[in-house]
């Protein structure tokens, strides 16, 4: 229904600042929540952030809140995750994910759609 691919990872040192972007492709983008997953190596899929398919509501996982800004612009299909104050631990591949409900879910069972991912990585 909608592919999704990601962009801007990269190596930031930490303290430093980095934006992931997601690129929709194809359908009708702003019928979906979006959100924001990442992994590391060993552990599960951890939520970072949503938001609602008009943009007025976020939600945030406890390791981002007050660092990570989630924000969309439909017009370009395109959802983005401003990482501030970035550590060691943020170190993750960064998946976003698409989901056809209208309430904001934080399960990565919850979304029905996943780009590739991009990788962050912070060093100290």
């Known amino acids: 229904q909608v592919q999704l691919r990601e962009s801007g990872g990269g190596l930031v040192q930490a303290g430093g600042s980095l934006r992931v972007s997601c690129a929709g492709s194809g359908r009708t983008f702003s019928t979906y929540v979006m959100g924001w997953f990442r992994q590391a190596p060993g552990k599960e899929r951890e939520f970072v952030a949503a938001?609602?398919?008009?943009?007025?509501?976020?939600n945030y996982g406890d390791s981002g809140k007050g660092r990570f800004t989630i924000s969309r612009d439909n017009a370009r299909n395109t959802v983005y995750l401003q990482m501030n104050s970035l550590n060691a631990e943020d170190t993750a591949l960064y998946y976003c994910?698409?989901?056809?409900?209208?309430?904001?879910?934080?399960?990565?069972?919850?979304?029905?759609?996943w780009g590739q991912g991009t990788q962050v990585t912070v060093s100290s």
């Open positions: 938001i609602s398919r008009g943009g007025t509501v976020t």
């Open positions: 994910a698409a989901r056809h409900d209208v309430s904001l879910g934080i399960s990565a069972n919850d979304y029905d759609y």
